[in-house]
């Protein structure tokens, strides 16, 4: 077994605080009860294509329209490629979409550096509100407890350089690592500009 594997069975056999594991449980609009598993796959796929990327982005939690229901950081299952290497786990029709998501992946698009960018949440699992579909900000608990699993995979991918999106990751990697604004409530033009400034000096325009 990698590391990798290690990682990601790890992960789903974790209690992420009060959070809701998406790679172990179950439940909402899940589309059978092999949803964990697909999501688990997901994950496991995406880590092993991006292995090698020189270049970690570090986000904050997963969102429900997000990784709650691909397994994939700031890809949500709207962007799901048909007969492609992930399968969606809900029951939506067409899959969720995450603006959050759709913001990133379009800054990564655009320079032409997603194969070269790794996307991790500091806390991987899913800190679900008090009604269902909705977010919580991560307790101080749950964000200690998703930093052993970055740790994990920064020992393992060994990236030239790491950057923080959003405030919470930004304080769990400390100042010595650049953060741009989180694309969520108004950031979005913020995060597409300095996402793409970081990209393009470290790795050049890929168009």
Do not use: K
């Not at 429900?64 to 950081?73: F, H, T």
């Not at 979409?97 to 550096?113: C, K, M, N, R």
């Amino acid at each position: 077994m990698t590391w990798l594997d290690a990682l990601v069975d790890d992960l789903a056999a974790a209690r992420v605080g009060a959070t809701f594991n998406q790679y172990a449980q179950t439940g909402g609009d899940d589309l059978c009860p092999e949803a964990p598993l697909i999501r688990r796959e997901n994950l496991r796929r995406q880590l092993r294509a991006r292995r090698d990327a020189p270049v970690v982005a570090v986000a904050e939690a997963a969102g429900w329209r997000g990784a709650r229901y691909s397994g994939l950081v700031l890809l949500c299952e709207r962007q799901l490629v048909e007969g492609g290497p992930y399968r969606r786990s809900s029951r939506h029709p067409r899959g969720w979409s995450e603006p959050s998501a759709t913001i990133v992946q379009s800054a990564l698009a655009a320079g032409g550096w997603a194969d070269s960018v790794l996307l991790w949440n500091l806390v991987p699992t899913h800190p679900a509100g008090p009604v269902p579909h909705s977010n919580r900000r991560p307790s101080r608990a749950e964000l200690e407890a998703g930093a052993g699993f970055l740790r994990r995979l920064l020992d393992g991918v060994r990236p030239a350089h790491v950057v923080a999106v959003g405030r919470l990751a930004a304080a769990a990697l400390g100042e010595d690592v650049p953060c741009v604004r989180h694309p969520a409530n108004g950031g979005a033009t913020a995060c597409r500009a300095g996402l793409g400034a970081l990209l393009d000096d470290w790795l050049g325009w890929r168009p």
